[in-house]
């Protein structure tokens, strides 16, 4: 019998200066028996990043036609691809053909390194992807915050980014390898 997901529930509260966007989400996330905290906690960082109404989480860790979050207009078009980690090559440029940009957030220290030095030759014919890498420091620590019923806020002001439970707070810092030509 196959081991189901972990239900995680969060309610998060955003209050990003640079966009102007301020709400609160009542979030469930279902992590994947192979996915961490680590992953997990990334995925629900990235929402806050990108937050907006239609803002969704895909089943990008089992479907490879899916996002890990994306963003579909009225039609049901793709307008934003979010995936987190180190996707196949294929799998993005397959991406960016479905959608009008592309977001990657890599993360895994040295082999996120590697990865993107690997296919950095095709990511540079890719126009509409933009690749962001999450140091190792980063993801850890936000790792901790990890909890089956969470309380977090996410604030975005003058480039930093922070994300707190409360009690523990952590800077997200975040490097561009990657941005997409406008």
Not at 19 to 47: I, K, N
Not at 63 to 88: C, F, N, R, Y
Not at 109 to 131: H, M, P
Request: hydrophobic share 45%.
């Amino acid at each position: 019998m196959a081991i189901k997901a972990t239900i995680f529930k969060a309610n998060l509260q955003i209050a990003d200066m640079e966009r102007h966007y301020y709400h609160d989400h009542a979030l469930t996330l279902a992590r994947h028996p192979s996915e961490t905290d680590e992953r997990l906690m990334v995925r629900l960082l990235v929402f806050a990043l990108h937050a907006q109404e239609y803002l969704e989480f895909g089943q990008g860790m089992t479907a490879d036609d899916e996002a890990d979050l994306w963003l579909k207009d009225l039609t049901g078009s793709i307008e934003l691809w979010i995936d987190v980690g180190i996707p196949d090559e294929k799998l993005i440029r397959k991406a960016c053909g479905r959608s009008n940009q592309v977001v990657v957030y890599c993360y895994g220290g040295r082999v996120a390194d590697i990865w993107f030095a690997q296919n950095s030759t095709q990511f540079a014919r890719l126009k509409n992807l933009t690749v962001i890498n999450l140091p190792v420091e980063t993801t850890r620590a936000i790792a901790t915050l990890a909890q089956r019923t969470m309380q977090l806020q996410c604030t975005i002001q003058d480039g930093q980014v922070w994300l707190t439970d409360g009690a523990v707070s952590v800077q997200v810092e975040q490097a561009i390898l990657k941005a997409a030509k406008r």
